[in-house]
């Protein structure tokens, strides 16, 4: 019983986390948006097994990565609350991991929908 409880308690920590970055942080809403407009762009065009597995993949990759730049940003504000030099390269670094991926992400849909399309 006492595992059950703790698993639970893992699942509600879990969930609050999801909660607070999607109240808090605005690209990660955005990217939670479009990533649901890929879902339901995949289902309508009924694409193939691996092409959605990949489309899937790289949306949770990149709302990953939102998360754990998130995560980076609030370390460095409690390490240093004022900006510093390499807060701010800390920082810079860590959102140019998402922009990146994020452009990765959007090839992918690019190359798994063009045919589809057109």
């Known amino acids: 019983m006492k595992k059950i409880k703790k698993l639970c308690s893992s699942f ?3 969930y609050q986390g999801l909660v607070y970055v999607i109240d808090k942080e605005q690209n990660f809403r955005i990217e939670l948006i479009a ?6 762009t995949m289902i309508l065009l009924k694409v ?7 489309l899937l993949f790289t949306i949770g990759a990149v709302l990953i990565l939102e998360m754990i730049n998130t995560l980076v940003e609030r370390i460095v504000n409690i390490f240093k609350p004022r900006m ?5 390269v800390i920082k810079d670094i860590m959102a140019s991991a998402v922009f990146i ?3 990765g992400a959007a090839a992918i849909g690019i190359i798994v929908f063009w045919p589809y399309i057109f």
Not at 84 to 88: D, I, L, S, V, W
């Open 12 to 14: 509600v920590n879990a």
């Open 35 to 40: 990533g649901a407009m890929v879902i339901v």
């Open 48 to 54: 193939e097994r691996w092409e959605a597995v990949t």
């Open 84 to 88: 510093h030099p390499h807060a701010r």
């Open 101 to 103: 991926a994020s452009v």
